[in-house]
């Protein structure tokens, strides 16, 4: 219980060589074509970057890997032709959209001069794992960067780091997973087991647009659709910032469950593992502000995944971004003094208020206003994804995880890599930090 490090590690330079950058094309002509991003797609125009680290493999040197890994994305970007293309702005329509013009995605190979072991716990979020990742490939311009970079680094004892980014315009978690799965398949020579649907006109908005519900949980934008800057909303410094991971054990996290069910008066209620380490971390980082304000309002906002939630349900092979912000609001006096499972309630709330008509109507009012979700803070949760289940030919990862930034305003969830607990990130002031700390360990005594 408690926290994993708080030391930095003693590798902050992996001392990565690139040593080839070169651009992989469908291995056969695609249809040009542009592809519409959703309101939600549109306001998700930055990268994500992930890293999946394998250990040595007798039949799979890093060479061999490399050579797979390019074959099998030349193939994948068939079916997934968008992720060849370019993103663009439709001045017209003043929206942005995929021109699939088969200019291909991203592939550089690299070395590294250290071990997979001498790097450290894999857990841990390294700033250094960002040179296990390219973002963008300097010989191309500004407008023609890649939607998708690959990156397979080898380490000296053999074992190796497949690091990707993509733009999260392309896809979201359970999208990525599923092209992951995709990709697989193509290196062992065996068809796609999740044929992509790439038509996202499923989540267009109504015409016209009707907003039906108050979307307290979306902020307004001031800038116009496709304008490269950062979002108001979580847009924090990373400067001064401590960090800590937080484990919760399986064990821990069942007796809150079944202390949450203890304590929760309603019928119904889903007492999930997510909704009770999320209305752990809420109280926790809601109190640690110390503004000495118990009646001040804090809001917590997370991701739902709607494919189940619409009507018509949406393909499972969706591949476009089809999470939503759900959302709890209470005042501190409440979530200090309030039981575990009351705090549950209104997280499974949160999630239960995403019905196909709420989800139809935020994405109608991005229709209308364009914005990005608006709360303090964000749970960002890598925890059930499973990336690290995806078996390849040189066999499951040893550890995935997204390239971590600091921030105030967004606590990632991470799997761990030995039981079905999760690591905690937090980033805060220093004074801040020491108090989320008292808050998390006290709490935790008492749901359990």
């Not at 680290?53 to 390019?70: E, G, I, M, N, T």
């Not at 044929?195 to 109504?206: E, I, S, T, V």
């Not at 305003?409 to 108090?435: C, H, R, S, Y």
Request: hydrophobic share 40%; proline share 7%.
């Amino acid at each position: 219980m408690g926290i994993l490090h708080q030391e930095p590690l003693p590798l902050p330079d992996l001392r990565v060589t690139l040593e080839d950058t070169f651009l992989v094309f469908p291995s056969q002509e695609t249809e040009r074509k542009s592809i519409f991003l959703s309101n939600i797609d549109q306001v998700l125009n930055f990268d994500v970057q992930t890293v999946h680290f394998f250990p040595p493999h007798p039949d799979f040197p890093p060479s061999v890997v490399a050579r797979k890994l390019q074959n099998a994305l030349s193939e994948v970007l068939v079916p997934y032709s968008f992720l060849a293309g370019r993103l663009s702005l439709n001045k017209e329509l003043g929206r942005l959209e995929i021109d699939c013009n088969s200019a291909g995605a991203g592939f550089v190979v690299a070395s590294c001069q250290h071990s997979l072991d001498e790097i450290g716990d894999l857990v841990y979020p390294n700033p250094a794992f960002r040179q296990l990742i390219v973002q963008r490939l300097d010989k191309l311009g500004q407008h023609d960067q890649p939607l998708c970079i690959f990156q397979v680094t080898a380490f000296r004892c053999g074992g190796f780091a497949m690091g990707i980014s993509t733009n999260h315009s392309t896809f979201d978690g359970l999208s990525f997973k599923m092209f992951l799965e995709n990709l697989a398949a193509q290196a062992a020579d065996k068809p796609l087991p999740i044929p992509p649907f790439n038509d996202r006109h499923l989540l267009a908005a109504r015409s016209p647009p009707r907003v039906t519900f108050p979307h307290p949980e979306l902020l307004k934008l001031k800038l116009p659709v496709g304008q490269d800057q950062a979002p108001p909303a979580f847009d924090c410094q990373e400067d001064d910032l401590d960090f800590q991971i937080f484990r919760l054990s399986s064990g821990e996290i069942s007796s809150m469950k079944e202390k949450a069910k203890a304590g929760s008066s309603a019928t119904g209620v889903k007492v999930t593992g997510f909704n009770v380490v999320t209305a752990h971390l809420w109280r926790c980082k809601a109190l640690s502000c110390d503004t000495g304000n118990l009646d001040r309002e804090s809001t917590v906002l997370y991701a739902v995944d709607i494919r189940q939630r619409l009507v018509p349900a949406l393909p499972r092979s969706y591949t476009g971004n089809a999470v939503l912000t759900a959302y709890a609001t209470a005042a501190c006096r409440e979530l200090e003094a309030g039981p575990l499972g009351r705090l549950v309630e209104m997280v499974a709330g949160g999630a239960a208020r995403m019905t196909d008509e709420y989800a139809r109507s935020a994405i109608d009012w991005g229709e209308m206003h364009k914005g990005f979700p608006r709360g303090e803070f964000l749970i960002s949760s890598w925890w059930r994804l499973g990336f690290g289940a995806v078996e390849y030919p040189w066999g499951k990862p040893r550890y995935s995880c997204p390239v971590v930034y600091h921030r105030k305003d967004i606590i990632l969830l991470f799997p761990d890599m030995d039981d079905d607990g999760v690591n905690v990130l937090v980033a805060l002031p220093a004074k801040e930090m020491e108090l989320f700390k008292t808050f998390f360990h006290k709490f935790l005594l008492l749901e359990n």
